[in-house]
């Protein structure tokens, strides 16, 4: 078993287990439909064996950053249809990752009259919206239990339109502070009903809606993606018992499913924690070692030889390198990544990046 090896991953055959990993790039516009520029970025990283694309919003009130896509009208569904298309014509496969943005959001960017969360506590600090202006977070609305419902079933219509749009399958994001994470830090859930308090408690939404998904599409089509102990937009979790109790609650509740993949970011995947979690879960688990931290070809073809992990998820490497796995595999230089446009519109920095094979 090794990096440039097959992998069998739910209900798709990978060529190799190099995973590109998803990366907010907002090149959709005001609309949220991906365009034919979003299509050329992912076509041109098809080499990878499996494509995750950035977060994609199941309703306008999860949008968490302007020029986001969204997975909520026909013109995007018929939008993501076109990157598959192109993604499927260049030999890719690709899941879409389907993100609620719950309270990293703001009014000025959802359109909505509210943001949501498990609880009405803020974070701390200014977001950017659309125009580049800062504005504090404001004070979520605490979702009820019968609103949770309705989330709950804007993934699962939001997981049955990316199947529809020709999509190999989804990932739940329940990571790096949006609102699946949410529910799981006792930090921002501070709920007294049968979502919050316990471990188990906290644990329980992302079940369910994990549940709900694998219904309407099927297990082999649905992935999901955790960052215990990662510590971002004031999603804490500090004390390792309770990452340990909560996480193990989780994985445990997803196990039965019969995903097709966990994919877990961590500073430390041969560690304790997350070796744990990947017994218990029982399938295949994807690893990155860190967000924002560039993985190289050295770790990441460690974490498959010694059998740490089944496939590794690459974040920033696929930026500047469409063809990086095979500049990997021929030992070729990396382009670097352009940082002043990692998060603007435009080609610059998307898809004008040079290949080998150019």
Known sequence: MTLLSPLALGAISLPNRLVMAPMTRTR??????????????????ASSGLIITEGVYPSHESRAYAGQPGIVTEEQQAGWARVAEAVRGAGGRMFMQVMHGGRVSHTAITGTERIVAPSAIAIEGEVRLGDGSKAPYPVPAA?????????????VAASRRAIDAGLDGVELHSANGYLLHEFLSPHSNVRDDAYGGSPEARARFVIEVAEAVVAEVGADRVGIRI????????????????????????????????LAYLSVLHAEPAGELVQSLRRDFGGAVIANSGFGVVTTREEAG????????????????????????????????LNAVDEATVYTGGASGYTDYPRLSA
Not at 29 to 45: F, H, I, K
Not at 307 to 330: C, F, K, Q, S
């Open 28 to 45: 959709s516009g005001d609309d949220g439909v991906p365009g034919p520029l979003v299509a050329e970025y992912y076509a041109q990283r």
């Open 143 to 155: 979702l009820t239990a019968d609103e949770l419902a309705t989330v709950r079933d804007e993934f």
């Open 227 to 258: 960052s215990p102990s990662h510590n971002i937009q004031d999603v804490l979790e500090t004390d390792p018992d309770d990452v340990r109790q909560t996480y193990t609650a989780l994985v445990r509740g997803l196990a039965p499913l019969g």
């Open 302 to 333: 460690a974490l498959v030889d010694d059998d740490i992990a089944d496939a590794v998820a690459i974040g920033r490497p696929y930026i500047a390198n469409p063809d990086l796995v095979e500049r990997w595999d021929r030992g070729a230089e």
